[in-house]
């Protein structure tokens, strides 16, 4: 969004890296776009490399820690919150970078309004069933986007997913949540 | 004060002159007491048979936990409960006004007062003080046209909705309410939902914490359930830390007589304790 405007609606935020990782962005896009392009030449590089390494998400989040970080003590920040994930040595990883280099890892991350609307619901959930399936996985993720959309005014009823397993990377776009305004009939005035 | 024969009649209106007198103070230097705010979340819902209201209990001053179990749905009327959040003492004071308002107007129609009443009361009110009282208030009740649930914010707007949440907890507890309402919910399941919501702030903002106190009205009773949820009890001590009697060996025991010498004896009259 342009301040309150709506202006672009088919903006991507999400990125596929390699097979085992995958970033999510907030924040300014001029910045990610930035972000994004120094990450592709990198992967790039390594592929030319052919050595059979490639970036796992924990030492992509720790590069991207740093170097969020050093640009911050520079006063020059790269105004973005990323999201990094992944799969290392059959492990998830999740973790969350700030524009001023705050950076924590967690199995549920969420960025902006999310912190406060979907976290609640993610932890209650990963409380719940640490060990939950793919399907339900994208259903509660599902749920938080829909509760995003009725709650945050700067929202749009579109989102995309990436999905990072074992198998590879795989990015869902556009996913429209079913909305449910049958309350609207329970409410006149306002007094 | 025998001189003031004929006192004036009070202006209507907020009277600034305290403002002008805070403001010389910050000049000087001196800080204001900080407010004891209810950092909260409070909710409320509507179900079948009537309203549930929903508070967790935790005070703060700040930084600091004031009071760890206070009681934020307060008394209107018998049918009428309200949840307040901002600065405590403006919500105690705020719904004590209000209720005996209601309990004079109660008297004076010989009908049981009506929610959108308590409403108009408090929103007349909170507009009149232009925001400076900061108490952000969650109305509930049961009256003879049926269950209402209004949200009150310091400004004086009022919405009336199915489910409403305020405070600083209020976010989380929002997110819980609109992934589980359902219209016309059974007495549990929407106790349970309240809970969640409730639950939701304690555990997601610093600024609530605790318990969770339920306030269930009905058409014919009312259910103060106070505290609802225990979610969060001192650790129990698993062990004692004392030493057991012998732990230290005693390897000598002598006594000695400790000499002293009287110095001074004193005798003096105390008078007899009369009523």
């Known amino acids: 969004s342009y301040g309150a405007l709506a202006r672009y609606r088919n903006l991507s935020r999400v990125m596929k890296v390699n097979d085992s990782a995958a970033i999510g962005i907030s924040g300014d896009y001029a910045d990610y776009q930035f972000m994004k392009s120094v990450i592709e030449q990198r992967v790039i590089d390594e592929e030319c490399l052919n050595d059979g390494f490639q970036y796992t998400p924990k030492s992509l989040f720790s590069w991207m820690t740093r170097v969020l970080y050093n640009r911050r003590s520079n006063f020059n920040p790269l105004w973005n919150t990323f999201i990094v994930g992944g799969v290392q040595d059959g492990e998830p990883f999740l973790g969350y970078i700030d524009k001023i280099g705050v950076a924590y890892n967690d199995p549920t991350i969420a960025s902006g309004y999310g912190a406060y609307i979907a976290a609640p619901l993610l932890r209650d959930a990963f409380e719940a069933n640490p060990k939950m399936s793919l399907a339900e996985a994208e259903k509660k993720i599902d749920e938080c986007m829909k509760v995003l959309y009725y709650r945050d005014a700067r929202s749009l009823n579109k989102y995309e997913v990436a999905i990072v397993t074992k198998d590879g990377t795989m990015i869902k776009s556009p996913i429209v949540s079913e909305t449910n305004w049958e309350v609207a009939h329970m409410i006149k005035g306002y007094e | ?275």
């Open chain 2, 1 to 275: 004060m025998a001189s003031t024969l004929l006192a004036e009649t009070p202006r209507g209106g907020f009277s600034f002159e305290n403002c002008c007198r805070n403001q010389f103070f910050e000049q000087k230097g001196i800080k204001a007491p900080t407010a004891y705010k209810t950092g909260t979340t409070i909710v409320g819902l509507v179900y079948k048979d009537g309203v549930v209201l929903g508070a967790d209990t935790r005070a703060t001053e700040d930084t600091v936990v004031a009071d760890k179990n206070c009681s934020k749905i307060h008394y209107i009327s018998d049918n009428i409960y309200c949840c307040g959040a901002g600065t405590a003492a403006d919500t105690e004071m705020t719904t004590q006004m209000i209720s005996s308002q209601l309990e004079l107007h109660r008297l004076n129609t010989g009908r049981t007062p009506r929610v959108c009443t308590a409403n108009r009361l408090l929103k007349q009110m909170l507009f009149r003080y232009q925001g400076h009282i900061s108490a952000a208030l969650v109305l509930g009740g049961v009256d003879s046209t049926g269950p209402h649930l209004y949200s009150v914010y310091p400004h004086g707007s009022t919405d009336k909705l199915p489910y409403v949440t305020m405070g600083s907890g209020s976010l989380a507890a929002m997110a819980v309410f609109e992934r589980g309402f359902k219209p016309n919910m059974e007495k549990e399941e929407a106790k349970k939902l309240v809970r969640d919501a409730i639950a939701a702030g304690i555990f997601n903002d610093l600024g609530s914490g605790s318990n969770v106190d339920v306030c269930v009205i009905t058409k014919d009773k009312v259910d103060y359930i106070r505290p609802f949820d225990e979610a969060n009890l001192k650790g129990q001590r698993q062990g004692s830390y004392r030493y057991k009697k012998g732990t230290t060996a005693v390897l000598k025991t002598e006594v000695k007589k400790i000499p002293f010498e009287v110095v001074k004896k004193t005798v003096r009259a105390e008078p007899m304790e009369t009523v």
